[in-house]
Each structure stands twice: as C-alpha cells, then as structure tokens.
T-cell receptor, first 115, second 115 residues
C-alpha cells in the first residue's frame, strides 16, 4: 500500500536560514512518482517538482533543491537562504502510476519563515 | 496554456441545503479530473476522480456526489449538507498517463462553511 509520511508537522526558522523538509514514502511498486507541492496562505496548491523512481538524480531550482534516496525511501526538500515568501504548507506526494493517476498526499509540513 | 477555474470562491450554506460546486478546465482535452477536500489544518482527502465523461470513481463514501457532464467540466454536489461537509474543496486536473504519470494542477479552491 502507498503511504507518505511527513514527520515534521510545523517548522519555524529565521529568514536566510536553510531548512529541510523531510518526506518518507512507502510503495510496493518499482515504478512510482514523487511530487512536492506548496500551499501558500491563499490556499491554492502549487506544483513544485515531479520525480520518477528510475531517476535518482538530485535537482536544484534556484533556492530549492530535492534529494531523492531510494535506499532510504526519502525525498527531502531543502530551501536555501529562506525568505518570508517561502512561508506555506508543503506537501509531499506519491503516485504508483496507473490509469487514474491517483496521488497520495502526506499530511503536510507548515513552514514559518520569521523575519 | 491550461487553466482551471472553480466557483464560487467562498460559500456559506445552512445545514440541509443543497450544494453545487463547479470546476472547468481550459486548454486541454480529455483530462483526468479530481475533487479533494481539505479540512481546517488537515491534509488533502481525495473524494472523487474521473478519467472521462460520465466516469466517476468515489474514494470515500459520504454525503457528496460528483458528475462530469462534459469533457472539461466536473461538478461536486450534495442534496443535503452536513456540518461535517465544511472545508476547502479543491479541483485538480492532470494529463492522462501514457508512459509517465503527470502532476496534478489545482484550482483556486472553494471554501465552504456549513452553518
């Protein structure tokens, strides 16, 4: 069965600090997909990244980076030099990939960036 | 480019009243469509998904129903609202999977308060 665990319910850091959001997943499939979404106070979920299980390369996009480790079933998200605008709830998600493309979301991590 | 619309943005309804939330997608054909609910301070719960016109799958038995009368239109309904139906309702779409599973893109959401 699929499962996504975001153990950090809430994190607060001071602006300009680096912060890592943890995500651990469970799946029996060898082919699967991982996602991160950002939900700012406005409520709309914003897609950040998709990662395929057969591609373990880490990715960097500006101040955002993602570390995918199949050996530990983790897909962690790091924000470097955090800014107040990064304050949001961040969701990690998993899809095993079938006709309906259902995505299972973790419970989210609420990130507060303090000025 | 693709866009997804939801309305209304906010809604306050008395217990026992009917509900109709609408979601439409522009700029794509034959999308997969999804309805999620997010209770206050909680994660996302998948309610319904659809892979085509008239094809609806329910994830959680409850007081709600969904319909897809047109390719890019997805409607969430209830005949009689309960207090527990309060929450933030999000519609999402994705490109149907072929060799890859694609990310879901979310609408702005409808905040429903049942009084």
């Amino acid at each position: 069965a699929q499962k996504v665990t975001q153990a950090q319910t809430e994190i607060s850091v001071v602006e300009k600090e680096d912060v890592t959001l943890d995500c651990v997943y469970e799946t029996r499939d060898t082919t699967y997909y991982l996602f991160w979404y950002k939900q700012p106070p406005s409520g709309e979920l914003v897609f950040l990244i998709r990662r395929n299980s057969f591609d373990e390369q880490n990715e960097i996009s500006g101040r955002y980076s993602w570390n995918f480790q199949k050996s530990t079933s983790s897909f962690n998200f790091t924000i470097t030099a955090s800014q107040v605008v990064d304050s949001a709830v961040y969701f990690c998600a998993l899809s095993e990939g079938n006709r309906d493309d259902k995505i299972i979301f973790g419970k989210g991590t609420r990130l507060h960036i303090l000025p | 480019s693709q866009t997804i619309h939801q309305w209304p943005a906010t809604l306050v309804q008395p217990v026992g009243s009917p509900l109709s939330l609408e979601c439409t997608v522009e700029g794509t054909s034959n999308p997969n469509l999804y309805w999620y609910r997010q209770a206050a301070g909680r994660g996302l719960q998948l309610l319904f998904y659809s892979v085509g016109i008239g094809q609806i799958s329910s994830e959680v038995p409850q007081n709600l129903s969904a319909s897809r009368p047109q390719d890019r239109q997805f409607i969430l309904s209830s005949k009689k609202l309960l207090l527990s139906d309060s929450g933030f309702y999000l519609c999402a779409w994705s490109v149907p999977a072929t060799f890859l599973v694609y990310e879901q893109y979310f609408g702005p959401g409808t905040r429903l308060t049942v009084t």
